[in-house]
T-cell receptor, first 112, second 114 residues
Framework: DAGITQSPRHKVTETGTPVTLRCHQT?????MYWYRQDPGHGLRLIHY???????DKGEVSDGYSVSRSKTEDFLLTLESATSSQTSVYFC???????????FGPGTRLTVL | AQSVTQLDSHVSVSEGTPVLLRCNYS??????LFWYVQHPNKGLQLLLK??????LVKGINGFEAEFKKSETSFHLTKPSAHMSDAAEYFC????????????FGRGTSLIVHP
């Protein structure tokens, strides 16, 4: 158990509504990541953080924003959800570049 | 810059036969390499990792991988497949040089027939 949780685990929402997903860690690791997983695409990086208030974009960041006001929490926000954002979202943490990532259980988001 | 290619999107084996999942990588720096497994509707779990120590790396559940710098490969093997090995497998490269972003392969789905 890597001490990483995600909430909610499942969510169904409607197009145009805002959605916030939460990732919480108890490991005090510096790096945190948000990925989305879709069939045929593997895991694609949305945003990542390398410290409190330090975040950067990944390869599929359009339509998403993030915030990290505390070491333990990394929030992913969909300002106005679209059907193309229906996916499974995974949070990951790692202490550093040469270290493995630890993944949360995932959040299944459906946008109708 | 770094990249990783998993050469097969699907691999099908019979229970008790060897498993080979192929991964090639490229990296401008000395890389760390990882294999993760994802069972249906689960998160990703680390199988094994290479971080410039021994080139033959042993992981959990009987899996191992060999780092071959000359071939830029990090193939995953297991001598005898078990039904419980059926899952998605991801090869990942992570390197120094300012990038703290691991790069994932697209995954290989391992199918195990009875």
């Amino acid at each position: 158990d890597a001490g990483i949780t995600q909430s909610p685990r499942h969510k169904v929402t409607e197009t145009g509504t805002p959605v916030t997903l939460r990732c919480h860690q108890t490991e005090n690791h510096r790096y945190m990541y948000w990925y989305r997983q879709d069939p045929g695409h593997g895991l694609r990086l949305i945003h990542y953080s390398y410290g409190v208030k330090d975040t950067d974009k990944g390869e599929v960041s359009d339509g998403y924003s993030v915030s990290r006001s505390k070491t333990e929490d990394f929030l992913l926000t969909l300002e106005s959800a679209t059907s193309s954002q229906t996916s499974v979202y995974f949070c990951a943490i790692t202490p550093g570049t040469y270290n493995e990532q630890f993944f949360g259980p995932g959040t299944r988001l459906t946008v109708l | 810059a770094q990249s990783v290619t998993q050469l097969d999107s699907h691999v099908s084996v019979s229970e008790g036969t060897p498993v080979l999942l192929r991964c090639n990588y490229s990296s401008s720096y000395s890389p760390s390499l990882f294999w993760y497994v994802q069972h249906p509707n689960k998160g990703l779990q680390l199988l094994l990792k290479y971080t410039s120590a021994a080139t033959l790396v042993k992981g959990i559940n009987g899996f191992e991988a060999e780092f071959k710098k000359s071939e830029t490969s990090f193939h995953l093997t297991k001598p005898s497949a078990h039904m419980s090995d059926a899952a998605e497998y991801f090869c990942v490269v992570s390197a120094s040089g300012g990038s703290y972003i691991p790069t994932f392969g697209r995954g290989t789905s391992l199918i195990v027939h009875p």
